[in-house]
Each structure stands twice: as C-alpha cells, then as structure tokens.
C-alpha cells in the first residue's frame, strides 16, 4: 500500500488518484484527525461484493467448501452450459 502525506496528496492529487487506479493498489493519506485510504471504484466494488456474498452464513459456508474442494484438487472446470 502506497502512503503519502496529507500535503503530498494535496500538492500532486492526480498523480495519486492515477496511481490508484493504474496500480490497483490503495494509499494510505496520512494526516492529523485520522488517515483515509484511497481505492479504486474497481475495487470499492469488489470488497462490497464480497461482503455481501459473506453476509450470508449459508452463502459463505458454501464458499468455503467450494474453496476447500478446489484446494483439494476435488473441482473440475465446466462450462456454463453445464452449470
């Protein structure tokens, strides 16, 4: 995670928001009251999108045995068609 200042952030903002978004990385503003981390709308979405799929216990227990079978070398590819 990239971390600039407050003032850096200030004096160079495009520099930081294209780094953001090209880099897929988030930076961390430091200031006084409290930092802010900056991400891309890509990955603001992500994390949103997985939050919700995890809310669900029933949805994320089935993740996690997806997960583990894959792991496990238990999964197979399959086509659309076939799901």
Known sequence: MNVVTY???RSSLK????RVVNDH???LIHRR??????VSEDAYSSMVET????SNPANAAHLAMAIA????GESKP?????V
Do not use: F, R, W
């Open 7 to 9: 003032s850096e952030a």
């Open 15 to 18: 520099a930081v928001l294209d």
């Open 25 to 27: 990385a988030p930076t």
């Open 33 to 38: 009251g409290g930092n802010v981390v900056i």
């Open 51 to 54: 939050m919700y799929l995890l």
């Open 69 to 72: 079978q894959d792991k496990a």
């Open 78 to 82: 399959q086509t659309l068609i076939e």
